[in-house]
Each structure stands twice: as C-alpha cells, then as structure tokens.
C-alpha cells in the first residue's frame, strides 16, 4: 500500500483536470475488481437487448444476426464483404501467387495451437489453447484481476508480454484469410 505522503507529493502541482481523470481511472480499477463493472451480457442478455422490430420478429438468433450484418455491411460496415473476388485476386497482386500456400500454412500452424508472437516462432499453446500460458517459461498465469499482478515480476507468469501479445488475437485476420 502507498504511503499517503508520497501520494499527496505526487498529486502536487498537478491540475484538477488531471486528478480528476486519473481518480477515476483509479475508480474504476477497483470497480472492475469489485464485480461491479466490466461484466458482458450472457447470450440471452444480448439477445434481449437487440430491437427485434428491425427484424420483424419476435424471436432472433445468431444466424438472423449475421444476415442483418451482411445486408447493411455495404453501407456501414466494411464494403469489400460485398466484393470477395475482387479483394481476393488484388491481395494475391500485391503479395504474390503464392501467398495462398503461406497464409494456410500459418492458418494450419494457430488451429495447432502453434503462434508466432514477438519474434518467436512456433510457440506451442496447446491444441486447446491455453490462453494464460506463456511457454517459454513453462508458466500459467493465475486467474486473478489484471491488476493484482507484478507488472515487473516474471517469476509468478513468465514474461507476461507473450501472454498480452497472445490474447491480443491479431491471429485473426490469418484465420479469416485463410477461411476465405
């Protein structure tokens, strides 16, 4: 726990701007801990939430929610879902003929469980990833709030960045290319 000197030393001289935005980062920190916020809607919570009269039912699942997505993607979302030919044959312009070959490798490798992150390559993480370890070390991190770690302690979960890098899920873009 921080001294309340070195604390009052700190704040000093600081605006009530700054006091104000960084109290509240506080605040909500312990919130989150708290169970109080940070919490996502359990699938019939979201589906509760939806305005079903844009689907003119009563009753909606995922599937009338991803024919609701594509039919306005064009217009508010990203509208090269409405021209997967012409993104594919210019991506295979821009990074060659065999690019095809290189992104299913790499697909094949992260259904394994197999990721390449920070320069690592191959970093085995399970065929059911195992979303807390960091395999160089041979560490799992504990199940507890983000900020109850040692940001600077590798001793309890290895080198916490592979973990965060991991998590970060840029392998998606991978898996959605090779899917296409």
Do not use: C
């Amino acid at each position: 726990m921080a001294n309340p000197l070195d604390t009052l030393r700190k704040i000093k001289g600081r605006s009530w701007s700054e006091i104000r935005a960084r109290s509240e980062q506080v605040f909500s920190v312990y919130a989150e801990q708290a169970g109080l916020s940070g919490k996502f809607p359990t699938d019939e919570e979201f589906f509760d939430l939806i305005d079903k009269t844009a689907f003119n039912k009563n009753e909606i699942n995922a599937a009338d929610l991803l024919e609701q997505f594509y039919k306005h993607s064009e217009y508010s979302f990203f509208p090269s879902f409405r021209q997967e030919a012409e993104v594919f044959e210019f991506y295979r312009e821009i990074f060659g003929s065999d690019v095809t070959k290189k992104v299913l490798e790499k697909a094949d490798n992260l259904v394994d469980g197999k990721f390449d992150l920070l320069g690592y390559k191959q970093l085995d993480f399970g065929k059911e990833v195992d979303w807390h370890l960091e395999p160089i070390a041979g560490k799992r991190s504990p199940l507890k709030h983000w900020k109850q770690f040692d940001e600077l302690d590798a001793d309890e979960t290895g080198d916490k960045k592979i973990v965060w890098e991991l998590n970060r899920h840029q392998h998606f873009f991978t898996l959605g290319t090779a899917y296409g």
